[in-house]
């Protein structure tokens, strides 16, 4: 996992991240982005 102190680059994060639309690199820095809710494509049990 990155911590605070390290950067990463573009080509770097899309090889470590690429597939996980979870994470964005912002100013060279990993963000993880928590989920918001649900989406139109969640299913909702009744």
């Given at each position: 996992?990155?911590?605070?102190?390290?950067?990463?680059?573009?080509?770097?994060?899309?090889?470590?991240?690429?597939?996980?639309?979870?994470?964005?690199?912002?100013?060279?820095?990993?963000?993880d982005m928590e989920p918001t809710g649900l989406h139109k494509?969640?299913?909702?049990?009744?």
């Amino acid at each position: 996992m990155v911590t605070s102190s390290q950067f990463l680059t573009l080509e770097a994060f899309i090889n470590q991240y690429g597939d996980f639309p979870r994470y964005e690199l912002v100013d060279g820095e990993l963000i993880d982005m928590e989920p918001t809710g649900l989406h139109k494509n969640d299913i909702l049990p009744r």
